[in-house]
């Protein structure tokens, strides 16, 4: 017979807890020190009661992952490779170690053409009847699906057969400006793709809802969840009720997931039950796949292992969270195409939380945790809240032609780039702790345009035959900006480095700057290392100084001084620098009260925590003359 573990002890009471926390605080302010608040306005608490649970949970969201095990989730590894033999090769080599699925980038192909006889080429080896493949061919849906058709004819399969998906999302592709023409001109190709999927290739998926595109824009979790809401709701609106259940029940939703754990599995426990609700009032039984792929919004180009952890978190999220399949990217397919090597750490996360971590083996891992399940509700209704306004603005296509959502990506973009520059949200490795020694300018690259698609005649298969998908690519027309841009809050960092390290490539000289430390240790020593890591993070080079002699310290060749002392001691000390000669122009570490009467007395500038870092930055390597990167082409000069 059980009996309650803790039956034998009193019951605390949450006053008794929050005064204990105020005891070990020691004065600190539990609203700062004990909640944290998310982009979306959100607050997590880091003591939660039972209190705090709703007063109704959802129950267990899940009964058995598509694996048969509780919470299986089933394995998918993109292959991004432009050459069709690297492309192949890599097909066949992550299927026999241990890949369940393949999702498979067609669009932008290197070669600009895809005709069939290289599709062959391409899928080579690869049992097309056995391996789910989703084609993410972007607007080359119906390209790929006659071409698909055509290759299992001859091959003797039949298209029935064949399982996976194709990225069909009319709509994403020209908000993305990936296809020409408006937005009201998306339906007739999505209507004859729906009849090929309905006819010939009833094995695959029909609706493909790209939310993970909103997430690496910038969108904060709460968009992503209420703009895929839209979307579906968009697509299932346009369809005749008839068709409705036979097609939904063949959708898939695809999420990308950050690191922020908490929020990311409550989101994802969310969106079981809100996508419900919009199937339910669409008269649609059943629920979407749901597919999460680790995001790029995330990753790094400096301190690049760090990107292993991320994913990790991520990828632990999605699981939890209650994904049906999962792509974990390579840590360092952000900048190079990935080896073997980090293609099989992918890989092998995914295993070890599945047959190490045991994380399949419960159904809900997180039903009952009383944050998780207070942040999935308020999680829910937030997005769904943000999808009725969306609704009432007309839908998704109405709400994107007017600007409100991306207006709303554009506000959430920004927020994050303020958040990165004032190191509010630190990036280790990147914006804070940088490694001054690390080069990553000769795996860098100017990023290459990208052809935009017509969308005339694109289901002639003869025409696909002769001439290949690349017949379709207006001339002289590429991609341009879009709300849809990929989007990385650690770029303006990035950025700064690789312009500093093409300077030092060149073999121009990087300015100088000395910190210059005197007065109190404490003070000296703490705005010595904030300096450092500021300017360090833009990739300027620092040295320090204990200042002995101002005569000497004067006498220091350099570009830029910066005092570091407590604010007390700054008068005298720059009374002292500029008494012993010092020509090279004086900022000062902090913003001291008298900061206008140390301007007067000769200081140019200060360095502080309220400064946005990039701009400060950008400000000092214009100052020095180093050149902006190239635009095309690789960025290492030493590189033929």
Known sequence: MSRPLFDG???????????????????????????????????????????????????????????????????????????????????????????????????????????????????????LEMVPVHWLAGPLAPQTALLLIQEAERRGILPEKLTGSLDLDPIMDIGAAWTDGDLDAWEDDWQKVLDLLETRLTG????????????????????????????????????????????AARAEVRFSVTNRFLVEAARLRASRVLLANLFAAHGVEGHPAIHCV??????????????????????????????????????????????????????NTMTLLRDEAGLNKVADPLAGAYELERLTREVGEAAWALFGQIRDAGGFVAAWKSGLIPNLLAESRQAKVKAAGRRQAPIVGTSVYPNPKERRLAEASAPSSLARMSLRDRFDLDRVTRKGTGDWAIPGSVV???????????????????????????????????????????????????????????????????????????????????????DAEYAAALADLKAAGASAPIWIAGSPADADALREAGAEDFIHIRLDVPTTILKLQDRFDIAELPLQGPLDPTKK
């Open 9 to 127: 002890f009193p019951p605390v009471s949450s006053d008794a807890w929050a005064e204990l926390v105020l005891k070990d605080l020691k004065g600190g302010d539990p609203e700062k020190l004990l909640k944290t608040r998310t982009e979306d306005g959100l607050v997590i608490q880091a003591i939660s009661r039972r209190e705090h649970l709703p007063e109704t949970l959802p129950g267990p969201l899940r009964s058995a992952g598509p694996d048969g095990s509780p919470n299986g989730w089933v394995n998918r590894e993109e292959i991004r490779e432009k050459d069709l033999a690297a492309a192949n090769n890599h097909a066949k080599t992550c299927l026999m170690r241990g890949a369940e699925e393949l999702a498979w980038y067609l669009f932008p192909i290197s070669s600009g053409s895809l005709d069939a006889e290289a599709f062959a080429r391409l899928t080579a080896g690869v049992h």
């Open 294 to 347: 680790t995001t790029s919004v995330t990753k790094t180009l400096y301190d690049p292992h760090n990107n292993l952890l991320r994913a990790t978190l991520e990828a632990m999220s999605a699981v939890l969270g209650g994904c049906d399949s999962l792509t974990v990217a390579a840590y360092d397919q952000g900048y190079e195409s990935p080896d073997e090597f980090s293609e099989h750490l992918a890989r």
């Open 204 to 247: 695959m998926r029909t609706l493909c809802i790209r939310g993970s595109m909103f997430g690496k824009a910038g969108a904060t979790e709460i968009q992503e969840l209420a703009f895929s809401l839209a979307l579906l709701d968009e697509y299932l609106s346009r369809l005749p009720e008839g068709r409705r259940q036979e097609i």
């Open 480 to 566: 341009g900006d879009s709300p849809l841009n990929p989007f990385r809050p650690s770029w303006p960092f990035e950025h700064l480095r690789l312009k500093a390290e093409r300077h030092a490539a060149l073999g121009r000289p990087m300015p100088k700057i000395v910190l210059l430390l005197t007065g109190d240790r404490t003070m000296r020593n703490a705005r010595a290392g904030f300096c450092r890591g500021f300017l360090q993070s833009g990739g300027l080079e620092v040295t320090e100084v204990a200042v002995t002699d101002w005569t000497a310290a004067a006498g220091i060749e350099a570009d830029l001084l910066i005092l570091c002392s407590s």
